[in-house]
Each structure stands twice: as C-alpha cells, then as structure tokens.
C-alpha cells in the first residue's frame, strides 16, 4: 500500500441527482404576505408542525419544524416547554432550515475508484455500498477480530453506529468531544465532586449573585439556556466576573473584565483561593461538613499571594482580592464556572481541579445560585441480545492516562499508524458526524492515519474534508428527515423529546438508523435490529415510559417528575459525594497514589517567541464546529473569519483593516488561505484570535470553500493532558504573512 | 396604539438569531435581511466598552420614507407601523436613499422591502419573530400608549436612546443602555 493511496479527492463530477430547492419557494410568503392577508392567513394556517430536536450543535433543544402544503420547510420555532431553549433556538437552530436546503448536500452512496488512474467516486447504490461495506469489516473481522475496525463519531448518528459496533463486538469507540474538548473538565470535576459535569451544565445561573467565566465565551458559544440564564442573571443585577485576554461579549456585559496573560490560569486560581482563605472568606460550614483536605490546601496555596500571581498573570493584586472578596460574598450563590471546550495547555484537568476546588471552598455545589443536583431520565433500553465482549478496546488505548474514561480519539489515530509495538492495530475506521481534518489538531498524523487503513467509510450529510479520504461515503439525511433516539436531558427536571421526521429524506439520502440495521443485518446481525423502521423502538419505549408516540407527536417534549430529591442541600445536611471518600476531594489520594500533583500546581508554558502571537481561538455564535459554515442561511450571517489583531500591533506589522494576510505557525505550518485583518482593541498584543471553523478546502461547498482560515491546520503542536489523555490546543504561535506564500502552488 | 420596540444593549450578545428569524418567518432571500448587528468598541485595551444591537426599520412617525414615496407605496398604518406595499412600489429606491437607518432594500422581485413589526405575527396576537426568538430576550415589544405595557415601563425606569435623533424623525426603536 502506498501512503498516497488515500489521497484526497473531490467528490466530483457528479450530477446534482436530486431536486433543487424549488425557487418559488421564496415567493410563498414573500410578495407582499402582509398585502394579501388572506392568502397569507391561509398559508399561514397550511403549515403544519412537526416535533423534533436540533442537530445543528449538540444542545438539542426541542423544536418544532413547519413545512407547507408542497412539503418545504419553512421555518424551524423552540418549543416552549423545553427546558433547553424554552421556546427559543438560538441562531443556529433557527438557521436548521439551510441544512436541509443546502443543495451541496451529500445526495448518494459514493464508492472510491480509479477511472484511467485518477482516483474518483462513483455514485453508488445502498445496496453496493452497504454489501462492499459489510464485506470488508468481515475480512477485516477475520484476519484481525473487530476490535480493529474503529468507529469515530459525534452527534445522534453516533449511537446508533455504537449500536452497530458493540454488536459487531468493537468497543473501539472515539469522539473528538471528549479529548479535544471537554474531557479534561469531567476529570477535575469527577476528581474533586465525584459528578461529571456533563450536558448541559447543571449551572443555575439564573439564580446566581456572581457568575465567574475562565475563557469560557457564553453568547459567543450559544449554549442555549446558558445563555437565557446569563441574561437572566444581569436583569438581576448578578456580578459576572470575565476572565479572558480578549474582550469577548461577555467581558463587555462584566462588573469585572481580568485580561489576563493566556496560559496562568491556574495561577489566578490558586491566588482566589490563598485570599479565600487566607483573609478568612471561604464557606466555612460546607467545608466542614463536606470537604476533605482544606488543611492540605491551605498550606498549598499560602505562597499564592495576589502579588505572586501579578507577576505571572499581570492582574493586579487589588483585582485579585477584589473579585475573590465579591464571590465570597456571593457564596454559596455563585459559579465559577467549569467551561466547556477546555483542553487548552495540557494541564486542564488540573485547571479544571483548581476551578471545581475554587467552588468547593465558596460552597457552590448544591446550592441555589450555583450548582444544582442535575437528573437524568433513563431511556428504557429497546432490547437485544447481549452484546459480545471485545477483546480490547478503547480502554486499552488510553491505558496510560488513567483517569481517561471515554475513548480518546488522538489514541486511535495512533494505534492505527502502523508501529511494530502496536499490540492493538486499528485497520478500519468508520466516521459519523465529524469531519477529523478540521477536528482533530495535528492533521499530518490524521492524514498518516487514513493512509494506513485498509478501508475507511465516511457517513454525513455534507461532502467535509474528511469525506474527500473515504473508500465508501454514505449520505446521511439531515434530523429534519428523521426519526431518531429519544432525547433524554439533564436538567433541573427531567424531560424526553422526540424526533419525528418533518419530511422525507432529500435526494437518496438515508437515517443513520437504517444504515446501522442495513449494516448490521448484512454482518448477521439482524437480532440486534428486530425492527423495521426506528419508530417502532421510539414506541416501544415511550410506551415503556407511560406515554406513547402519538402523543409526542403532539407535545415534542414530555417533563417527569424528579425522584432523586431536592436540587440543592438542605442547610447542614448530610450528604455523599460520589468521590471514593464521598467527601469533596481538595487534596486527591488518587492523583497522589499515581504520582500526579495532589493539588493543582502553576506549571510556566512556552510564550511566544519574537514574532509570532499566540493563536488564540473560539466560537462564533453563528456556527457550530466546523460543520455549518455552507449552511446557506448561517453562512449568509458569517461566512468568513477574521484575524484579529490589536492596533499596536497592527501598527508596528503595518497592517490595515481588511487586508489579507497568511499564517505561518512555529512548526512552519502554513494557512492554506488568507484571512482578513481586523483591527480591535478587543486583543491583547501578544495573541491574535479567530472564530473556529473556516477555511474549508473541499471545493464541493460551494459558499464555504476558501473563505477565511482553518485555526485547525495551524495547531501542530499539542500538549496532552497526563490525567485522561485530553490535547492542549492553545500552545500554538504564528507569524503573520503579508506575501502569499503558496503563489507558486496550485490549491 | 403605537407600536414600539426596546432592545436591551446590555444583554445582547450580537448572535444574529433575530436576523435568521425574519429571514424565515419572512422569506426574505438569502444575501438580504431585513435586521442586522451592529458592534460598536470604544476604549482602548484594557478600558474598553462594547456595544452590541439589533437594528432595523425604526417605524419613524414623521417617516422621511413615506413623505418621499412617489406612489404611495410606503405608508403608516395603525399602530404607527410603516409598511410598503409591493404591488404599488416602482422600485425607485427614493425611500432607500431618505431613509436615516439604512433599513430598505430592493427585493430581487423589484420592488422595496424592509421590517414590517412582522405585522401579519401582530395580527394574530403574536410577536415579531425576532422579539419571539431572542434567546437572551433582550427585545421588547408593546404599545407606547399603554402605560402600563412592558415597553413603557422600561423606557419610564431606564436609561434609552434612540438612533440618529438629529434626523428628526421620532423612531419607534428604542435602545436600553
């Protein structure tokens, strides 16, 4: 095999092989709807609504999606009894309708070929494509077990590709969720409160007296009921407290904006907590009902002075005592808030420690205004035969991070570069719902990845990068033409919603359900999909739950009863954490005993050198990942990033607004594109920043294709977090070109 | 009855969810809209001062607009609402060029379209989409004849401006600041 076999090709030459959004379409309500009223009124009344959750990011609210008389979809509205939007999507959900629409969606199965040795696609039946599919993970199955064929997967399409491989008896199970993003806060969390975070947040932010955010960009990132609740919290005159070298929206809604020095953290951390409890401020009553180890941490953190941490963080010492004087008078209503893609400099979870210890000591966890105890409503489980024990499996690949409890997606991309030490040789990988070129950092070994496997599928609705590498591309259809899983949430009560699907599948695009069962039945596992059509399992287990589809049908979102009692404790209660001394943990035995800081320590991180600025990165409110940048309504809100740059520097580097530059980071990597200056006070001078996402190269998205730069390709150097394996992302440098460097290369 | 509409600058967080929201309760064509943001940074580093709104037609009383309009196309009906009616618009673009808040456009039909308050929503006791889709309900919508509506009552006890007031047009967008 050569390593240029899976070069990427273009998902080209292909017919649109499917019907254009009609164009009067636009013209149903748009001449004039407030003119004619009655036929307005009549459209109006036409359009039916049909329940579902979102799929845009991975909040999935509930929704209801309209569709008219010539079955459009015309627009997609929260529903109003879900607490995860309560009746209102934020721009992506709202923007849902163009995934639909988008006329660059994937349309059929695609097999790799090589037509007079060019590599190509060819449209494909499912038939063929599924048959060559099950085909291959057979062979692969009998000369290397199953445990060699890896699934990588994110979104709703992801559990039922699980489904299908627990079945096929692979648990070799991925998703870029966890170690590239929010892995390391689930650790620290999990080490200090024995309780994952998880999602959403069980934060009551709109109860809370101080909100405190450590890079953590809510507005920016459209969580949504964080961000109701935040909005909620400044109509109640809640301090926010911002800690951020960038002025982000919510540093502009903060009493307090700490522009901190990127990478010292910790450092501002460990110095909140010295004047906590040094100055006698902390929530004395929940530490010594609840906590384990507050002398330890007391005489960890003495030499943390404010001044101390000045020289490090360059936040005055007065802000310091000042902020740490307003959360403890907030206490116990207030949040310093865990974050979400938090896998930053390779020592998160131990931030992330630091930042759930800073909350153990203000008594936070379980109280109004700041965690609330989060339920969770099982799903009863459709049955099916036991699933067969692997051999191995992600668990084995992680091994040496011991705290890891998810399978870490950069682990497979390594076990499956071929090494004569690899006992666990990965040789097939099917994708769902993430496009890993733009998702995982350090994309050469990616690349080197996908090169060494012998057969590689790839199911999504949109032609990513990472479809442009498959043998075999399955196109999936998008939530709006499906039935799905039943969402369960965790929230302060908990509820289900339901996906029914709003229209029939575009083009000759398919469930990830069926595809599953189509899979599964070809690799003689049909007992594991006694159904023939997903409802009948979404049935089965609403019926179980004493409600029924038909039902769901009507209201989208069912509320239960909580049953694990009150959401905060009780004054002096007694209560157990699900830490292993069911106390909350400042001092660690665990990390201790596997020879890792008990207590979080400040570890100095590289700066950059003369020239470069840190690469510093995040979300637009507009976009989700990488995966909605061609959606036509969300791409006509932000279809391109911007570098931004603070004027001084803009100033020494004679930089203009607008102008187009190119980046080259530390490692010599350059931005396949260029992106726009834009000069803001909004950056400090030693970084530059750009929303996360852009600068897709695959020519087949039309409105996405070259429009500003991926932040992705230039994070080539990556610091793992010891604890559970997660990839620091923020130690990246560039230097800012204003000469096209690839003049001579054709893109 | 006037109609009104008061944005809360101090929770807008710019997400755009507002100008999505018109564009589909609306059909408005994809590359036009109807409502936009606008970001507004002061200050320089560290001290700085954002501003983040939603703005589009502000429903003027004394409508610059609807004095221009050689057909009659643009009116103000009840509740003070401006509104352009397609069938009567030549598309001259006078109302684009008089208009203070660079709130028109032209249709790709020919004729001008801008914000109407959503006024076939109001009409069945609903809100403009973008009032009703606002995830950080930083948008208010009422009567400003109403003392006691939700908008008077923010504009009694807060702080508002309103844009271009030079131009002396009376808008019926209002701004908490």
């Given amino acids: 095999m050569t390593t240029s076999r899976r070069k990427f090709i273009k998902i080209s030459a292909l017919g649109l092989g499917g019907v254009v959004a009609s164009a009067s379409a636009l013209n149903v309500f748009g001449k004039n709807s407030y003119l004619n009223e009655i036929v307005a009124q009549n459209i109006v009344k036409n359009l039916k609504k049909t329940a579902t959750y979102c799929e845009v990011c991975f909040w999935k609210c509930a929704a209801w999606a309209f569709t008219n008389e010539n079955n459009e979809i015309k627009k997609i509205i929260g529903n109003d009894d879900d607490p995860h939007c309560n009746g209102r999507l934020c721009p992506r959900g709202t923007g849902g309708v163009g995934m639909y629409h988008d006329e660059d969606r994937l349309k059929t199965p695609l097999i790799r070929t090589t037509i007079n040795g060019e590599e190509t696609y060819r449209e494909a039946s499912w038939e063929e494509a599924l048959d060559l599919i099950a085909s291959k993970f057979k062979n692969i199955k009998e000369k290397y077990g199953a445990e060699s064929v890896a699934l990588l997967k994110h979104g709703s399409p992801g559990s039922h590709l699980e489904h299908l491989f627990k079945a096929f008896g692979s648990d070799t199970i991925a998703e870029p969720a ?159 808030h865990p974050g979400r893609h938090v896998t930053w400099y390779g020592d998160d979870s131990q931030r992330s420690r630091a930042i759930a210890i800073l909350n153990g000591l203000l008594g936070s966890w379980g109280n109004r205004g700041g965690f609330y105890f989060k339920e969770k409503i099982s799903i009863p489980k459709y049955p099916h ?31 499956t570069i071929p090494n004569k030490d690899n006992k666990h040789p990965i040789k097939a990988w099917l994708i769902a719902g993430t496009n890993l070129i733009n998702t995982l950092p350090q994309r050469e070994k990616t690349i080197e990845a996908i090169n060494a496997v012998d057969f590689m599928v790839v199911i999504d609705t949109m032609p990513m990068e990472i479809t442009g590498y498959a043998d075999v591309v399955l196109p999936e259809c998008t939530y709006l033409e499906r039935y799905d899983g039943i969402r369960s949430a965790t929230n302060r009560t908990p509820s289900i919603a339901v996906r029914v699907p709003a229209v029939k599948p575009k083009y000759n695009s398919k469930p990830a359900w069926w595809i599953s069962k189509e899979i599964g039945e070809r690799l003689g596992l049909g007992d594991y999909f006694n159904y023939n059509d997903f409802e009948d399992v979404i049935e089965w287990q609403l019926n179980k739950m004493g409600t029924s589809l038909e039902e769901m049908k009507k209201i989208g979102v069912k509320k239960f009863e909580r049953t694990s009692g009150p959401l905060f404790l009780e004054d002096g209660q007694d209560y157990e954490f699900g830490t292993l001394s069911g106390k909350i943990e400042f001092y660690s035995h665990q990390l201790a005993e596997k020879g890792f800081d008990p207590m979080p320590v400040y570890t100095p991180h590289p700066e950059p ?50 102008q187009e530059v190119w980046l080259k980071n530390q490692d010599d990597k350059l931005s396949t594109f260029s992106i726009k200056v834009r000069v803001t006070e909004r950056i400090r001078w030693d970084s530059v920043y750009m929303y996360h996402g852009f600068g897709h190269n695959n020519k087949k998205l039309t409105r996405a294709f070259g429009k500003g730069v991926s932040d992705t390709e230039l994070i080539s150097k990556v610091v793992i977090d010891p604890l559970m394996g997660g990839t620091g992302l923020r130690g990246n440098f560039v230097s800012i070109l204003t000469e096209n460097p690839h003049k001579n290369i054709e893109l | 009855m006037r109609y009104a509409m008061v944005i809360d600058t101090l ?151 309103t844009l271009a007031p030079e131009a002396g047009t009376n808008p019926h967008v209002f701004y908490l600041i």
């Fill in chain 1, 178 to 336: 966890y170690a590239q993003c929010r892995g390391p806060r689930e650790t620290g969390f999990g080490l200090t409160f024995g309780s994952w975070i998880g999602s959403p947040e069980p934060t009551d932010i709109r109860d809370t007296k101080c909100l405190v955010l450590i890079g953590s960009h809510i507005g920016e990132n459209m969580h949504n009921s964080q961000v109701q609740e935040m909005s909620d919290a400044i109509d109640n005159g809640a301090t926010i407290i911002t800690v951020d070298p960038r002025f982000s929206t919510a540093a502009s809604k903060s009493k307090h904006w700490l522009a901190i020095k990127p990478a010292t953290d910790i450092a501002l951390l460990l110095s909140w907590m010295h004047v906590l409890i040094e100055e006698d401020l902390y929530n004395k009553k929940y530490v010594d009902t609840y906590a384990l180890g507050f002398d330890e941490l007391k005489a960890h953190v003495k030499p943390f002075t404010p001044e101390w941490a000045y020289g490090i963080t360059t936040i005055k010492p007065e802000e310091i005592r000042k902020t740490a004087r307003t959360m403890a008078a907030s206490a116990p209503s207030v949040i310093v």
């Fill in chain 1, 385 to 415: 035969p036991k699933y067969p024990e692997p051999k191995w499996g992600w668990h084995d690949l992680g091994k040496q991070y011991p705290f890891s409890e998810m399978g870490i997606t950069s682990e497979l991309v390594k076990a």
């Fill in chain 1, 609 to 658: 050198p003369q020239g470069f600025y840190r690469l510093n990165y995040g979300r637009s409110p507009m976009h989700t990942f990488s995966r909605t940048i061609n959606n036509p309504n969300l791409s006509d809100l932000k279809d391109e990033n911007t570098l931004w740059v603070n004027p001084k520097v803009a100033r020494i580097l004679d930089l203009k607004k607008g």
């Fill in chain 2, 11 to 161: 929770k807008c967080v710019g997400c755009s969810d507002c100008v999505v929201a018109c564009q589909t309760e609306n059909d408005v064509p994809i590359g036009y809209c109807r409502d936009w943001i606008t970001e507004t940074v002061s200050g320089t580093y560290p001290n700085i001062a954002l501003e983040l709104k939603s703005e589009r037609c502000n429903h003027c009383e004394n409508a610059p607009c609807v004095r221009c309009c050689p057909t009659g196309a643009s009116h103000i009906v009840d509740g003070g609402i401006v509104l352009v009616t397609a069938d009567e618009c030549i598309g001259c673009g006078a109302c684009i060029e008089s208009c203070s808040y660079d709130a028109r456009y032209q249709h790709p039909d020919g004729y001008v379209d801008k914000c109407t308050f959503c006024h076939h929503r109001l009409k069945k006791g609903q809100l403009p989409a973008c009032v009703s889709v606002c995830p950080t309900k930083c948008m208010y919508f009422g009567d400003l004849d109403n003392p006691n509506s939700e908008v008077s009552q923010l504009l009694k006890n807060r702080k508002y401006k």
